[in-house]
């Protein structure tokens, strides 16, 4: 089970990937429990996330996308269930946080304003120093 990139982020949702390979036959079930800190294991119920299925040749995929908020404390677990029976998924990752929001329009030309002016800062520094060097090699001139 992996914590999967998704774009729901910004939509208050975080997703998770469950994936069954090398089955045969390849037809599988997943099921999707959750823990709070330590407490009991429970069943997710469907208000509170959507599951999506991927089939391929030799391999199929499960995205559990959860509807939580970022204080949220749930640990997830993905089980297989299979003819041999069932699998559970050896970790129980946290859900992944959503990522910081993006710099506005304003930030960002502040913050090029602020790497223009300390640019200019650099090449007049380097430009003082270098004609403080030639003048005081040229020293005073002697007939």
Wanted: glycine residues 6%; aromatic residues 6%.
């Amino acid at each position: 089970m992996y914590p999967a990139a998704s774009r729901a982020h910004l939509e208050g949702r975080s997703s998770l990937l469950c994936l069954a390979s090398a089955m045969f036959p390849p037809l599988v079930q997943f099921s999707w429990k959750r823990r709070k800190d330590s407490g009991p294991l429970e069943d997710v119920p469907s208000a509170e996330g959507e599951q999506l299925q991927l089939r391929e040749s030799g391999r199929t995929a499960a995205i559990l996308l959860v509807h939580q908020r970022e204080d949220s404390r749930y640990k997830y677990r993905c089980s297989v269930h299979h003819e041999g029976g069932a699998v559970e998924a050896p970790t129980e990752p946290e859900v992944c946080t959503p990522p910081p929001p993006l710099p506005s329009q304003h930030q960002v030309k502040l913050l090029c304003l602020l790497y223009t002016v300390l640019i200019v800062k650099s090449l007049v520094y380097c430009c003082g120093l270098s004609l403080l060097m030639v003048l005081r090699n040229k020293g005073p001139s002697t007939i």
